[in-house]
T-cell receptor, first 110, second 113 residues
Framework: DAKTTQPNSMESNEEEPVHLPCNHS???????IHWYRQLPSQGPEYVIH???SNVNNRMASLAIAEDRKSSTLILHRATLRDAAVYYC???????????FGKGTTLSVSS | NAGVTQTPKFQVLKTGQSMTLQCAQD?????MSWYRQDPGMGLRLIHY???????DQGEVPNGYNVSRSTTEDFPLRLLSAAPSQTSVYFC????????????FGPGTRLTVT
């Protein structure tokens, strides 16, 4: 599975948008881009995933670069509950299980 | 649906003891996996299974055994616990890879003294 690069940490204010970047320059054509988050003392939870087109769901939006070498997770209005570690994972159809990096720790201030 | 359940939530073992961490899912998922998470780190894959009777090793399999006799259950066995196995253990399941969402259990916090 392709390796991803994310900033170690980011900060945001409540009710502001947050853009979490991820680089995956070695991604192949059949790799999906997944985002998971882990709240303190909980297991990871699915946020969103995509292949080529931008994706929206009730939690977030995923913007995928045209060359697919990078993507951005967008939280439209951060809340205190969004403070978590966010993991960007490239996941192949032939893959075995998710391979986690260190993720981005998002802090949200009121 | 209960989703992915793990028992126990907490466990303390002495070095050399053995135990089994239980994981069950009621979503009829073929794929199941075990991860460990050490303080301040991301999750590391221990073992995974792509269906009943089929298991394989992940990144850090040493000291752990798994079996998959049913679709629902995927227990993780520690044969002889060591302090280095002190960690939080997460089980996950999904319908497949690639486009499929993974569901995680709440975790088991294990301390080996």
């Amino acid at each position: 599975d392709a390796k991803t690069t994310q900033p170690n940490s980011m900060e945001s204010n409540e009710e502001e948008p947050v853009h979490l970047p991820c680089n995956h320059s070695t991604i192949s054509g059949t790799d999906y881009i997944h985002w998971y988050r882990q709240l303190p003392s909980q297991g990871p939870e699915y946020v969103i995933h995509g292949l080529t087109s931008n994706v929206n769901n009730r939690m977030a939006s995923l913007a995928i670069a045209e060359d697919r070498k990078s993507s951005t997770l967008i939280l439209h209005r951060a809340t205190l509950r969004d403070a978590a570690v966010y993991y960007c994972i490239v996941y192949n159809q032939a893959g075995t299980a998710l391979i986690f990096g260190k993720g981005t720790t998002l802090s949200v201030s009121s | 649906n209960a989703g992915v359940t793990q028992t126990p939530k907490f466990q303390v073992l002495k070095t050399g003891q053995s135990m089994t961490l239980q994981c069950a899912q009621d979503m009829n998922h073929e794929y199941m996996s075990w991860y460990r998470q050490d303080p301040g780190m991301g999750l590391r894959l221990i073992h995974y299974s792509v269906g009943a009777g089929i298991t394989d090793q992940g990144e850090v399999p040493n000291g752990y055994n798994v079996s998959r006799s049913t679709t629902e259950d995927f227990p993780l066995r520690l044969l002889s616990a060591a302090p280095s196995q002190t960690s939080v253990y997460f089980c996950a399941s999904s319908s497949g890879t690639g486009t499929y969402e993974q569901y995680f259990g709440p975790g088991t916090r294990l301390t080996v003294t």
